[in-house]
């Protein structure tokens, strides 16, 4: 019931055969890996079934909750045996009143704290992801402190700005979509926490002008100077997306910015940040790109030098006129809407939509209304 949900409840549904297509796929692609989210992916009756095929075609594994189903020891235990290497526990905001009110529901702390100490109870490696938005802005660093404190063996951290483009952020967009100024310094707080405590972290939808200290750690900039693409595979109309160009939109004061050929710029869909926010930055590039280049912890990374990686660079064509996320070519579908979906999606909607007006949210368009 987030009210910055930009993957709400479709009527959609996935079972193991049509899941099993795609992770056939993402191995004859030879991708690393794959990430398991939602929505809430541990809802879903056939999460370990699928996380074990995965796992067993080698694929690195991993999955995005909310933990609330995390919290209960056998279901950490099942993902475990699974062959689930890492979660990402999304935490938002480590103040009880806050965190409630961007879930939309009440008491999920405790909860996302349990599975954070069930997955390292059962051999998981632990991630926090955190959405930026403006209810949490000014407390990320205070989140790092609790979070760290609490549970000193995360080791690494995830942020991303809100998508104020899809499902429930876009309608409550004025409620949640920060300005970048509103997070600039907790955000940089946060990250130098984490730096000296020797951990790691990525965010992602953040120009490179309001992170210039940790300009490697943007997951843009990572994606650009490495060459890397993305397929998601939406459960919902969009299907399945390709993203090969990691730039948004770029202003005047992009021109003159020493960061521009590695910068993501201003993500803009959705029309829910201010292009003049943005401020051109003067320190040099390649340091930048040879923290990328050096990062040990990325098993994808082959060992390339900045001249090396500059000759390339230069050569390979990117094509900023393509749009940042394009349609793939591939027609394997995503899931299928059937009667049995259609009904259960009409039946979600409704207990949805009571929930959503008692905690005074918007909610999404419906399927049938997207534009
Ligand atoms: S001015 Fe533009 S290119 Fe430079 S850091 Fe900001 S968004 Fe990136």
Redesign the pocket.
Known sequence: MCGFCSNPTTPYTHDFDSMRVLVDDFVERGYFGIILTGGEPTLHPELPRIAAYANEQGLHVRLITNGSRLSQPDFAQALAEAGVRLVHVSVYSVRPEVEARLRGTEDTLPKAYAAIDNAARFGIEVNINCVINKLNADHLHENIRVLVGQHPHIRHFVWNNLDPSMGRAEVNQATFTPRLAEFELSLQRAMKLLHKSGRTFRVEKV????M?DFAWASTETRKIVKGEERIVHFLDDKQTVRQTEWGHI??E??DV?S??SI????FDRGDGYDPAE????FVPLQPVVEHVLGDGTDPSQKPLSFSQWKKRFTRAERDESAPAVQRDASLIPVGRVTDRGERLYAAKRKAEGRKAEASGIAMERGQDEES
Request: hydrophobic share 30%; with cysteine.
């Open positions: 120009p490179l002008c309001y210039t770029y202003t004061a992009c910015c960061l521009r910068c993501g710029g201003l943005l401020h051109p930055v």
